[in-house]
């Protein structure tokens, strides 16, 4: 774990990397948010984009979704991986929200939870970016730069998730979920990270361990 004055100096040098941090997959309501984040699983962003406005223009509410034909929607998200099981997952989130929630996306991490394709990261990412909830999303690039920087050691997303509401608190969480993909995606990625030129070399322990 980090002291205090540890996590101050990573934000800051995260911000200074990162000045303007958001969402990088694009859209313009609450369901077309929770649909790109379904669509985003062992998948860029920058994929899941290049199919979303098609997907939109043709299936632009949950209730236009829930009546999709499944053959149609798996052509328009053909190029994404798993996209079978995506195009089930999407059409059956569109059916529940119909069903459940009037066509709204409820601002209720468990109760999100319960749709169809849509975990735990999900839910967080999803009420932190539209409801500005205090929520972290642990994805691939905040577990593994949590645990390169001794904000965490567990060894489950929950747990560093949990260690990061303890570390961060009082910090923004929606603002400090993207410094710290961002800073994952882009700096210190998972295979040949960018050590040489980083300012935390002083007390991250991946560095301390590996040089
Ligand atoms: S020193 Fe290397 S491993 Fe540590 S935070 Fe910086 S880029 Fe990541």
Redesign the pocket.
Known sequence: MQTKENIDKIFEYLKELFPNPKCELNYSTAFELLIAVILSAQCTDKRVNSVTPKLFEVYPTAKDLAQADIAQVEDIIRSLGFFRNKAKSIVNCAKQLIEQFDGQVPNDVEKLQKLSGVGRKTANVVTAEVFGANNIGVDTHIFR?SH??GLSDGKTPLLVEKDLLKQLQGRQLNIDHYLLVL?GRY???AVK?????????SI????KN?F
Do not use: D
Request: charged share 30%; proline share 5%; aromatic share 14%.
């Open positions: 730069v390169r920087l800073f700096h210190c990625k990270p960018n050590c040489k030129e980083c300012k935390l070399k991250c322990l991946y560095y590996n």
